[in-house]
């Protein structure tokens, strides 16, 4: 997967393209997965590295989201969950079963969090990663010697899903261009090319070369996470914003804060958030 030949590629691709894809993260990689899968001649384009943002920015986790389970989302952690288990046969080498803790500190919460998470169990059926449990105050500071103390009534333990996310992005990048398709880092679509009041391209530049390209296909994806207005106004510089940003903080500690291969969740902070606290190569990400 040169970029060289790649761009050789685009160079020597005088018809339409049946994809162009805009955005070379998670989503957008996927797409030229699919499409590059049914055969169709799929270019993706993206303006820095592959997964520069959001997709290798997670908390490196493939779950079915327990908090929707507590909302009642029940058909979203169904097929969170699905997609999960589905991506830990399929990507062995990048996804591994994490056990997680809620610590209990108050009377109800062993009993609430423990059935709630085999309601988690079952919506698993058998993708399911390993079966929850209750574990005595003292399994619970064995397991995590750095937990308060205090008050510490025990915990429930349950498995979810461990990934690389970025591993996992150049993955779909590789398998994209197994299948034929020709995807480009540091080119950025600078315009939509449009005739008769429809999209038929983008123009895209070489940030290595500064070269330029005038470049039609047949679909245009916009897949740029939290630049998508930024295409949409290409489009059309009127367009109401669609996209409403949210952000999440990612802490990293030295292990020393959470020894030994467990990791933490808290249902709800003072302030209403889920927490998480995570080991990742010898650091702990909260």
């Not at 055969?39 to 997670?58: M, N």
Request: with cysteine; aromatic share 8%.
């Amino acid at each position: 997967m040169l970029r060289a030949n790649m761009l050789d590629n685009l160079r020597n691709h005088q018809d339409y393209w049946d994809v162009i894809i805009i955005g070379g993260g998670a989503t957008g990689l996927g797409c030229a997965v699919e499409s590059a899968s049914r055969g169709y001649r799929t270019l993706l384009l993206e303006q820095h590295d592959f997964a520069k943002g959001t997709s290798s920015r997670s908390t490196k986790l493939i779950h079915g989201g327990v908090r929707y389970l507590r909302q009642g989302n029940i058909a979203l952690v169904l097929e969170a969950l699905h997609e999960r288990g589905l991506l830990a046969n399929n990507a062995p080498h990048l996804v591994h079963h994490q056990s997680f803790i809620v610590p209990n500190y108050e009377w109800w919460e062993g009993p609430f969090y423990g059935i709630g998470l085999k309601m988690y169990d079952m919506l698993a059926g058998k993708l399911g990663l390993g079966p929850s449990r209750l574990l005595s105050r003292e399994e619970t500071l064995k397991r995590i010697p750095t937990l308060e103390p205090q008050g510490l009534r025990g915990g429930v333990i349950y498995y979810d899903g461990q990934f690389d996310d970025a591993r996992l992005a150049i993955n779909l990048a590789q398998t994209a261009a197994d299948l034929g398709a020709t995807l480009l880092n540091y080119m950025p679509v600078v315009a939509l090319l449009k005739e008769k009041n429809m999209t038929h391209g983008v123009a895209a530049r070489d940030e290595a070369t500064g070269e330029t390209f005038e470049i039609f296909g047949r679909v245009v994806v916009n897949a740029t996470g939290v630049f998508t207005d930024n295409v949409r106004k290409m489009d059309d510089p009127t367009a109401a914003e669609i996209i409403l940003p949210s952000q999440g903080v990612h802490i990293v500690l030295d292990s020393a804060f959470l020894p030994g291969d467990s990791a933490i969740m808290v249902p709800e902070t003072d302030d209403g958030r889920v927490l998480f606290a995570v080991p990742w190569h010898g650091k702990v990400i909260v």
